[in-house]
């Protein structure tokens, strides 16, 4: 059974400051890994997701895989308040549609 | 952007009774899911359906559980009968695909039910 955890628990930084968030998982047979970004009382939204090993770059967001390690990890640069949210990362082993695997989520926030 | 649409956001219900969530994915998706996540741990996945059919479920995925999206319209997740630990927030996804090389998952807000 895919186990997937997340630290930290919750984060607080500046604005302005590079926000590093983590997540683990168990299966290494996995090979979908993604972010979702969830406002309060919003829907979860998908961020970025990546497939094989290395880094994804959009905009201020970027997103690090090391398979060997079990880990992957997301990259905010310039944090915004505006990116104060629950971050969720999922993780499937690719032969199940749609069947995710989430971790219990990172809370951050961001103080003007 | 692409939304998904639940129905009603909250819902109290006594044991025993029957209830029925509504989505309305996005409309031209395919493929479509219920999470389920039980207050203060992770969003776990219950069930994914296409073409008519449940394609995969998991071990939350009770007897009492089913789903359908008749004629088109909303995917439905429904109760019958609710249990103490069927309070949850439930949420319903869509994708245009499936499989690892899906597109992403669009996800509702969620419909928190509450079993008294």
Redesign the interface.
């Given at each position: 059974q895919q186990k997937v955890q997340q630290s930290p628990e919750s984060l607080i930084v500046p604005e302005g400051a590079m926000t590093s968030l983590n997540c683990t998982f168990s299966d290494s047979a996995s090979q979908y890994f993604a972010w979702y970004r969830q406002h309060s009382g919003k829907a979860p939204k998908a961020l970025m997701s990546i497939f094989s090993n290395g880094e994804k770059e959009e905009g201020r967001f970027t997103i690090h895989l090391n398979k060997a390690s079990l880990h992957f990890s997301l990259h905010i640069r310039d944090s915004q308040p505006s990116d104060s949210a629950l971050y969720l990362c999922a993780v499937s082993t690719g032969s199940a549609l749609g069947r995710l695997h989430f971790g219990a989520g990172t809370q951050l926030i961001v103080i003007p | 952007g692409p939304?998904?649409l639940q129905i009603p956001s909250h819902q109290i219900i006594d044991m025993g009774q029957m209830v029925t969530l509504n989505c309305d994915p996005v409309s031209n998706h395919l493929?479509f899911?219920w999470?389920k996540q039980i207050l203060g741990?992770?969003?776990?996945?219950l069930v994914?359906f296409?073409n008519g059919k449940v394609?995969?479920k998991?071990k939350l995925f009770k007897d009492q559980f089913s789903v359908e999206r008749p004629d088109g319209s909303y995917f439905t997740l429904k109760i019958q009968p609710t249990a103490l630990e069927d309070s949850a927030v439930y949420?319903c996804?869509s994708?245009t695909a499936?499989?690892?090389s899906?597109e992403?998952?669009?996800?509702?807000?969620?419909t928190r039910l509450t079993v008294l």
């Open positions: - | 939304k998904v493929y899911y999470y741990q992770q969003m776990e996945f994914n296409y394609m995969e998991s949420f996804a994708s499936g499989g690892v899906a992403t998952l669009y996800f509702g807000s969620g």
